[in-house]
């Protein structure tokens, strides 16, 4: 039997797999099924208020990158495939089941990343991660859209369009407001918070629109950041933890929602970490 592994036969299957999937997922909408509950944001609030007193103390006792917490032979190892241009990544808080966190009518995920970016100042990956007018550059394709609305001293308030896409295509016009502090010469972190996400049909047609936040299709409903950044190693240590609100996986739809709502918060934190230590070291290469 002929093995099924070339490319054009993969396409192919690919392509067949899509038209099969074209007429479901244009009848299947989500809207009207599943509402923002005030339990839901309740538990997610106070997940998020455990999560920001761990990274108060990261930043006061230590360690700043989560690292240098391993033992040191997995440290060491760490390191050297940071150093090598991968990125380091744990899930945080997983449920029993080794799933991500379930709360009343949604689900947390917690991811926290690192990368290395060699060669550079801490206020060398800064200005690219201040750089709000060019994110949809930096980011591309998941960032979008990208603008600076309001600048306050260390505090941004940003506007960013996010294109994610698995199995379904999703787009989703979102604010934060993002403080950043100096903790030191070669240390600095920040914090972000989405203050509106919404989500948005026909994006790019003359009749675009918004559905009203918290009445959608659940895919993303919060989404709180916490940056930090070290320059040592000659170098700079870039970590970030993220920590998304979505709705529950309903029954009979799973094959289609759940690989959006489990796979995105990992494969786009990654993303994110890549792209800034290329736009970095693009920068720095002008």
Same mark, same amino acid.
């Given at each position: 039997?002929? *093995?099924?592994?070339?490319? /054009? /036969?993969?396409?192919?299957?690919?392509?067949?797999?899509?038209?099969?999937?074209?007429?479901?997922?244009?009848?299947?909408?989500?809207?009207?099924?599943?509402?923002?509950?005030?339990?839901?944001?309740?538990?997610?609030?106070?997940?998020?208020?455990?999560?920001?007193?761990?990274?108060?103390?990261?930043?006061?006792?230590?360690?700043?990158?989560?690292?240098?917490?391993?033992?040191?032979?997995?440290?060491?190892? *760490?390191?050297?495939?940071?150093?090598?241009?991968?990125?380091?990544?744990?899930?945080?808080?997983?449920?029993?089941?080794?799933?991500?966190?379930?709360?009343?009518?949604?689900?947390?995920?917690?991811?926290?990343?690192?990368?290395?970016?060699?060669?550079?100042?801490?206020?060398?990956?800064?200005?690219?991660?201040?750089?709000?007018?060019?994110?949809?550059?930096?980011?591309?394709?998941?960032?979008?859209?990208?603008?600076?609305?309001?600048?306050?001293?260390?505090?941004?308030?940003?506007?960013?369009?996010?294109?994610?896409?698995?199995?379904?295509?999703?787009?989703?016009?979102?604010?934060?407001?993002?403080?950043?502090?100096?903790? *030191?010469?070669?240390? *600095?972190?920040?914090?972000?918070?989405?203050?509106?996400?919404?989500?948005?049909?026909?994006?790019?047609?003359?009749?675009?629109?918004?559905?009203?936040?918290?009445?959608?299709?659940?895919?993303?409903?919060?989404?709180?950041?916490?940056?930090?950044?070290?320059?040592?190693?000659?170098?700079?240590?870039?970590?970030?933890?993220?920590?998304?609100?979505?709705?529950?996986?309903?029954?009979?739809?799973?094959?289609?929602?759940?690989?959006?709502?489990?796979?995105?918060?990992?494969?786009?934190?990654?993303?994110?970490?890549?792209?800034?230590?290329?736009?970095?070291?693009?920068?720095?290469?002008?």
């Amino acid at each position: 039997m002929k *093995a099924f592994s070339s490319g /054009a /036969a993969i396409a192919k299957a690919g392509a067949l797999l899509g038209l099969a999937l074209a007429p479901i997922l244009g009848h299947v909408s989500l809207a009207g099924l599943v509402s923002l509950r005030a339990s839901t944001i309740e538990a997610f609030d106070k997940y998020v208020a455990k999560t920001d007193a761990e990274n108060s103390t990261s930043l006061k006792q230590g360690p700043f990158l989560w690292i240098d917490s391993l033992p040191e032979k997995d440290r060491a190892t *760490a390191i050297s495939r940071l150093k090598a241009g991968e990125v380091e990544m744990r899930r945080l808080s997983a449920s029993p089941s080794g799933g991500n966190v379930d709360v009343p009518g949604g689900m947390v995920h917690d991811w926290e990343g690192i990368v290395f970016i060699p060669e550079v100042e801490l206020d060398d990956a800064l200005r690219v991660l201040q750089d709000y007018d060019r994110q949809a550059s930096y980011y591309a394709p998941d960032v979008e859209k990208s603008r600076m609305i309001s600048r306050n001293g260390e505090e941004f308030r940003v506007f960013l369009r996010f294109r994610r896409e698995k199995v379904v295509t999703v787009v989703l016009d979102t604010e934060h407001v993002v403080t950043y502090y100096r903790d *030191a010469p070669l240390k *600095a972190h920040s914090r972000s918070s989405a203050v509106r996400i919404t989500q948005v049909d026909d994006p790019g047609e003359a009749d675009e629109k918004e559905k009203q936040p918290g009445e959608d299709d659940g895919y993303l409903w919060r989404m709180e950041t916490w940056w930090h950044m070290e320059e040592r190693d000659r170098g700079v240590y870039v970590q970030n933890e993220v920590v998304t609100l979505t709705r529950d996986i309903p029954t009979g739809l799973a094959w289609l929602i759940e690989p959006f709502i489990t796979n995105i918060p990992k494969e786009t934190l990654q993303f994110t970490l890549q792209s800034t230590r290329r736009a970095v070291l693009k920068q720095m290469a002008r």
